[in-house]
């Protein structure tokens, strides 16, 4: 079985900046294409960002291109969102996601359980 483990939210001010993780464990790391998706109050789940196997690709949603950057680390089995230049409307829940099939958008195959982001004005 998968596990996706996220860590590093937190509150932080409009214009600063974050770094989400997520680690992996129970399946080739390698294997597996990596998204982030985020989830707003009242609002749908919504793509950010992926990273084919690997690295050397990536796909950002319009909202966060040129501010978020996607990252692995394949030896550590983990996989990295900088987030700079944040803004109030990037808070949300912040959800790792694995096994694509389908790039870039998905579905995959396996989700974490979220952590949260708060970007105060």
């Known amino acids: 079985q998968v596990q996706l483990v996220e860590s590093g939210g937190g509150l932080v001010q409009a214009g600063g900046s974050l770094r989400v993780s997520c680690a992996v464990s129970?399946?080739?790391?390698?294997?597996?294409?990596m998204g982030w998706f985020r989830q707003a109050p009242g609002k749908e789940r919504e793509f950010v960002s992926a990273?084919?196997?690997?690295?050397?690709?990536?796909y950002y949603a319009d909202s966060v291109k040129g501010r978020f950057t996607i990252s692995r680390d394949n030896a550590k089995n983990t996989v990295y969102l900088q987030m700079n230049s944040l803004k109030p409307e990037d808070t949300a829940v912040y959800y790792c996601a694995a096994g694509a099939v389908s790039w870039p958008t998905g579905p995959y195959n396996y989700w974490g359980q979220g952590t949260q982001v708060t970007v105060s004005s």
């Open positions: 990273i084919r196997r690997s690295g050397d690709r990536t």
């Open positions: 129970g399946r080739t790391f390698t294997s597996l294409i």
